[in-house]
């Protein structure tokens, strides 16, 4: 299986929908994914970049999913204390249960701490806000 092809179907996107986020025209987008066309290094880059791999995974070269991680992010996350890294923590521990087995929603910020227990009011304020300042400053 292509690995276009396979990071595509793991977002669950179609690919016309594929070629819409990524910018790129449809036909343009079958092409690549079915290596009739080939990718240049922006476009790698970008790919690589939209589904949080390495460009090495894109080529085929690695056989493991190596996420590439924003040092910004990483900045901002160490310089929390451990109250915010905790509130973070609980906050990527709902998105990927989200993501991969669509148990939890945050589209209305229903969200569960590791302890399984629905967060308070308050400790949901605290988590959007940490979202916000950590991914929501990307300049």
Same mark, same amino acid.
């Given at each position: 299986?292509? !690995? /276009?092809?396979?990071?595509?179907?793991? +977002?669950?996107?179609? $690919?016309?929908?594929?070629?819409? =986020?990524? *910018?790129?025209? &449809? $036909?343009?987008?079958?092409?690549?994914?079915?290596? %009739? +066309?080939?990718?240049?290094?922006?476009?790698?880059?970008?790919? %690589?970049? &939209?589904?949080?791999?390495?460009?090495?995974?894109?080529? *085929? !070269?690695?056989?493991?999913? %190596?996420?590439?991680?924003?040092? +910004?992010?990483?900045?901002? &996350?160490?310089?929390?204390? =451990?109250? *915010?890294? !905790?509130?973070?923590?609980?906050? /990527?521990?709902?998105? &990927? =249960? +989200?993501?991969?087995?669509?148990?939890?929603? /945050?589209?209305?910020?229903?969200?569960?701490?590791?302890? *399984?227990?629905? $967060?308070?009011? @308050?400790?949901? %304020?605290?988590?959007?806000?940490? @979202?916000?300042?950590?991914?929501?400053?990307?300049?």
């Amino acid at each position: 299986m292509n !690995r /276009l092809k396979e990071l595509r179907e793991s +977002r669950g996107l179609n $690919m016309k929908e594929a070629a819409e =986020e990524l *910018g790129y025209k &449809y $036909m343009t987008y079958v092409n690549y994914e079915k290596e %009739a +066309r080939q990718l240049h290094s922006e476009q790698l880059q970008a790919i %690589a970049k &939209y589904y949080g791999v390495s460009v090495d995974y894109v080529l *085929g !070269r690695d056989r493991e999913q %190596a996420p590439v991680i924003d040092m +910004r992010i990483m900045f901002k &996350y160490n310089a929390l204390d =451990e109250h *915010g890294k !905790r509130i973070v923590s609980d906050l /990527l521990d709902a998105e &990927y =249960e +989200r993501c991969t087995r669509n148990a939890i929603g /945050l589209d209305d910020f229903t969200m569960v701490a590791r302890s *399984g227990k629905k $967060m308070d009011e @308050a400790t949901k %304020a605290d988590a959007q806000k940490m @979202a916000e300042i950590i991914f929501g400053d990307k300049e």
